[in-house]
């Protein structure tokens, strides 16, 4: 899959969440249209790094708002969206200093997401505007209080790999939704057609890179802090509809989820990779396989099967 310069520059350490000033600055300061424009536009992911932000649009990073030791915001747009359409990138001011510089970057993004709808034209990308849609209809949706995970942070990299998302799985019933202590963390995987379901970004590969990062306990240990401060953070701004904030995570297993997005029945490619059964790690890592509640995003428990479930379930579309 192709990816502009921009994005492939990941950083590969750093601890995810906002300073107080920044949060402050987008509650009630200069940052709070950005913050408004989001909760009202739900095309954009909001997305919390290392005190910046990355704002999202069908997958690809649209933006990235920074702060500097000053207290100083700019804003950065990666212009290879830019090369090879039949459009021009509007002249933006890259400091945001004052409420118009912040009006003007505002008014301008309907520009900047035809830059990208017409890029996206000649390299489509199915598997990120899945994993933007799945985040947005578990936490912020109209069904996101009754599925049973949260999605805190899209694109995690990590010196192991790169997960899609990371979530946490905390039930909708009442009575286990009132406790936020030993939650589990979900890494969850979406695959789109059955092409990337191997090679080096496949099914294999994420198996690998996973007990990997498990067996690390301080990689585990890090994340859960990470993903406890940002959730507690989302949900603070509006962006995570949930009642509590987290308190902790049980460590002693995580999940592996994947999703399989327009896999073909006919294809032998998933049952290939599935039926080598002593793949899996059953120490630390649940894997499991998500399938949809009729058609939709929403991650609900009752269809959510481990392995050996998910293959005498589904044997004629595997």
Known sequence: ??????????????SRGLSEKFLQQLESGLMHPVL????????????????????????GNLSRISRNPQGEFSVAFDSNYFKGIAAIKPNL???????????EWLDALPMLKQGMDLWFAKHPRDEKEIQQRIARINNIGKVAKGT???ICDFEYQSKEGRFDLVGVRWPSKG???????????????VKYADSALKGKA??????ADIKKFSCIQSNLTGLADEMKTVFNQKRRLGLIDNQKDIESFDLSQVELMFI????????????????KQKMIGRQKVEVTFATANFMGYGLYLEGIFSLADFMKKYPKRI
């Not at 739900?42 to 999202?56: A, G, H, K, V």
């Not at 001011?93 to 009006?103: D, E, G």
């Not at 399989?260 to 039926?275: C, F, M, R, V, Y």
């Open 202 to 207: 496949g099914i294999v590969a994420h198996l």
């Open 93 to 103: 001011p890259k400091a945001l200093t004052s409420p118009q510089h912040v009006a």
């Open 175 to 189: 009575s286990i939704r009132k406790r936020n202590r030993g939650l589990t963390l979900s890494f969850v995987e």
């Open 1 to 14: 899959m192709h990816h502009t310069t921009w994005e492939m520059e990941k950083k590969m350490n750093g």
């Open 148 to 150: 049973d995970y949260f």
């Open 260 to 275: 399989l997005a327009n896999h073909d029945p006919e294809s032998k490619i998933l049952s290939q990779i599935i039926g």
């Open 36 to 59: 408004e424009r989001v909760r009202n536009d739900t095309t954009l992911n909001f997305q919390i790094r290392d005190d910046y932000i990355n704002l999202y649009y069908r997958g």
